[in-house]
């Protein structure tokens, strides 16, 4: 193809636009990764303005970071045990749902989606969900941060449509060969339904992993051995006294080995939120092929 002078040079600024638009949008993560391995003296030297990779990187504040009695590593564990069996109870659950609303004989049918219509306008409020939890012995308990979060009725939505506009004569053939409702939905629907059950489990692992707030209100200092990764960076850098309580918070947050505080923030951010960014492009090709699509049939 032979462009003019006119449309090279409009490439070009299209070309320079986004790649400037790039480089804005991805220095603060380059910027966390440079802090992360400076050392305090090239701190110091350049008055914490890094734009290139230090001159002399160390990992000294992954280490510290890894090292500091094992909490790091046990709140990892933690986000991936909730990231893990929060997604897959609630990609069950929602699925089975779903599914269940795209009947058009399901009894009950319409007053059912308007109670889900209505949950996703208006929520039951922070106080009743604590006492829910409360009541029900949860507090303390690591299902304290998964079972509130079962049933997303917006998820439930996006199933049944997906559900809906999949072939009918699909399922008629597979009724007249015998096949029952559960075998319909396991070896009929279930199979071509990967795009949207990827897509909205993604959205659901990344929610679960970046959940700090539900950690805070049912989960006290005394279990904090049930922190994920995330509640134990926030708690890391901004509750002191909850830092004091804790030994081996106190020795984390203690500077020396020659490491930056600000290098240990920054190395923890880059523990927090690498495995999301080692996922997330695996899974991209689903969002537009599972939900939107689904989302508009029917």
Same mark, same amino acid.
């Given at each position: 193809?032979?462009?003019?002078?006119?449309?090279?040079?409009?490439?070009?600024?299209?070309?320079?636009?986004?790649?400037?638009?790039?480089?804005?949008?991805? !220095?603060?993560?380059? !910027?966390?990764?440079?802090?992360?391995?400076?050392?305090?003296?090239?701190?110091?030297?350049?008055?914490?303005?890094?734009?290139?990779?230090?001159?002399?990187?160390?990992?000294?504040?992954?280490?510290?970071?890894?090292?500091?009695?094992?909490?790091?590593?046990?709140?990892?564990?933690?986000?991936?045990?909730?990231?893990?069996?929060?997604?897959?109870?609630?990609?069950?659950? *929602?699925?089975?749902?779903?599914?269940?609303?795209?009947?058009?004989?399901?009894?009950?049918?319409?007053?059912?989606?308007?109670?889900?219509?209505?949950?996703?306008?208006?929520?039951?409020?922070?106080?009743?969900?604590?006492?829910?939890?409360?009541?029900?012995?949860?507090?303390?308990?690591?299902?304290?941060?998964?079972?509130?979060?079962?049933?997303?009725?917006?998820?439930?939505?996006?199933?049944?449509?997906?559900?809906?506009?999949?072939?009918?004569?699909?399922?008629?053939?597979?009724?007249?060969?015998?096949?029952?409702?559960?075998?319909?939905?396991?070896?009929?629907?279930?199979?071509?339904?990967?795009?949207?059950?990827?897509?909205?489990?993604?959205?659901?692992?990344?929610?679960?992993?970046?959940?700090?707030?539900?950690?805070?209100?049912?989960?006290?200092?005394?279990?904090?051995?049930?922190?994920?990764?995330?509640?134990?960076?926030?708690? *890391?850098?901004?509750?002191?006294?909850?830092?004091?309580?804790?030994?081996?918070?106190?020795?984390?947050?203690?500077?020396?080995?020659?490491?930056?505080?600000?290098?240990?923030?920054?190395?923890?951010?880059?523990?927090?939120?690498?495995?999301?960014?080692?996922?997330?492009?695996?899974?991209?090709?689903?969002?537009?092929?599972?939900?939107?699509?689904?989302?508009?049939?029917?």
């Amino acid at each position: 193809m032979i462009f003019t002078r006119s449309e090279k040079i409009y490439r070009a600024v299209c070309y320079a636009i986004a790649i400037l638009i790039s480089l804005i949008c991805l !220095y603060p993560l380059l !910027y966390t990764i440079f802090v992360s391995v400076c050392t305090e003296n090239e701190w110091i030297d350049r008055n914490g303005l890094l734009f290139f990779m230090p001159s002399n990187p160390t990992l000294l504040a992954f280490s510290k970071v890894f090292g500091s009695g094992g909490y790091v590593l046990n709140a990892t564990k933690m986000s991936i045990m909730r990231a893990g069996i929060g997604t897959v109870f609630s990609i069950f659950f *929602n699925v089975c749902t779903g599914y269940a609303m795209s009947r058009k004989n399901l009894p009950g049918r319409k007053p059912i989606m308007y109670v889900l219509l209505f949950t996703i306008l208006f929520s039951g409020g922070l106080i009743p969900g604590y006492m829910v939890v409360n009541e029900m012995g949860l507090r303390n308990t690591i299902w304290a941060l998964i079972v509130p979060n079962i049933l997303n009725a917006w998820n439930v939505l996006i199933f049944k449509q997906f559900f809906e506009g999949i072939p009918k004569e699909l399922e008629e053939s597979a009724s007249i060969d015998g096949a029952g409702e559960f075998k319909l939905m396991y070896k009929i629907v279930m199979p071509m339904s990967k795009p949207v059950i990827a897509a909205i489990g993604l959205f659901t692992l990344v929610g679960h992993w970046n959940s700090w707030f539900d950690v805070m209100l049912y989960i006290d200092v005394q279990h904090s051995n049930l922190w994920p990764l995330q509640y134990f960076t926030m708690i *890391n850098f901004n509750n002191m006294a909850q830092i004091n309580s804790n030994p081996g918070m106190l020795e984390f947050m203690s500077s020396g080995q020659g490491v930056m505080q600000i290098s240990q923030k920054m190395a923890l951010t880059i523990v927090t939120t690498l495995p999301i960014l080692v996922i997330y492009p695996f899974f991209q090709k689903y969002f537009t092929k599972g939900v939107y699509t689904g989302a508009v049939k029917g």
